[in-house]
């Protein structure tokens, strides 16, 4: 299968922001500071680690479809859909907000494309399936950080 212009577009939009993601968590894992630093900054490498491979998985799809990937840095920069990332130190509770936001912005890409992807490759849709379910996961653990418990009962 050769994938359509429509399809390499929708992959490639999806590709900028998991790498972004990877290199604003960097980013994150260097610069945060303040209570709970050492479990955020473990949980940060996870994210990372993922979202670098998560990049891989879906460059290499393009390529089995006969798409070009493009990860360069400065393409990256401009057509990114994450917010830029402070540069200076960054408090905890801080940093979970931030991470959360990015995490969620690269889902809202993922299913913005999803349809179109679906329509053309179930295949590459399955693997969106699961690189949406795995980052709304970390979004969950990530937030949880700066969440207060709820009563039973009581309105949502």
Not at 27 to 43: E, M, P, T, Y
Request: cysteine-free.
């Amino acid at each position: 299968m050769k994938a359509s212009q429509t399809l390499d577009d929708n992959l490639q939009k999806v590709l900028v922001d998991l790498i972004e993601l990877h290199i604003q968590g960097k980013q994150a894992h260097w610069s945060v500071v303040g209570k709970n630093f050492r479990d955020l900054h473990l949980q940060l490498d996870e994210i990372i680690e993922s979202a670098r491979e998560f990049s891989d998985e879906v460059a290499e799809r393009m390529r089995a479809l006969h798409g070009m990937p493009d990860g360069r840095s400065e393409t990256v920069s401009a057509s990114t859909s994450l917010k830029k990332y402070p540069g200076d130190e960054v408090d905890t509770a801080k940093v979970v907000d931030l991470i959360t936001e990015r995490l969620e912005a690269v889902v809202t890409t993922m299913r913005a494309v999803h349809d179109e992807v679906d329509e053309e490759d179930p295949t590459s849709a399955d693997i969106l399936h699961a690189i949406i379910a795995k980052l709304e996961q970390y979004a969950w653990m990530v937030n949880a950080e700066n969440q207060t418990p709820r009563k039973r009962g009581a309105s949502k």
